[in-house]
């Protein structure tokens, strides 16, 4: 992977992480409390994923991205 794509990659994935983030401040008061620990698990499962699966392999190729 060249590194431009890399950096165009991260900036797209961080983009989704905050996505899906603001998903948590949309629903918080308008759901129960039982369903907001549904949310908040799918989201951090989500986030999860995207960290370990799209994020660390770019840091193990270019290191500088981690920062």
Do not use: C, W
């Not at 989500?46 to 193990?60: D, Q, T």
Request: hydrophobic share 45%.
């Amino acid at each position: 992977m060249k590194r431009d794509q890399a950096i165009q990659i991260h900036t797209r994935a961080l983009a989704a992480v905050g996505e899906l983030a603001s998903v948590l401040e949309i629903v918080k008061d308008a759901i129960t409390p039982e369903e907001f620990e549904q949310v908040k698990r799918g989201v951090g499962l989500s986030i999860g994923a995207i960290e370990m699966h799209i994020n660390v392999p770019l840091y193990h190729q270019f290191p500088d991205l981690e920062n």
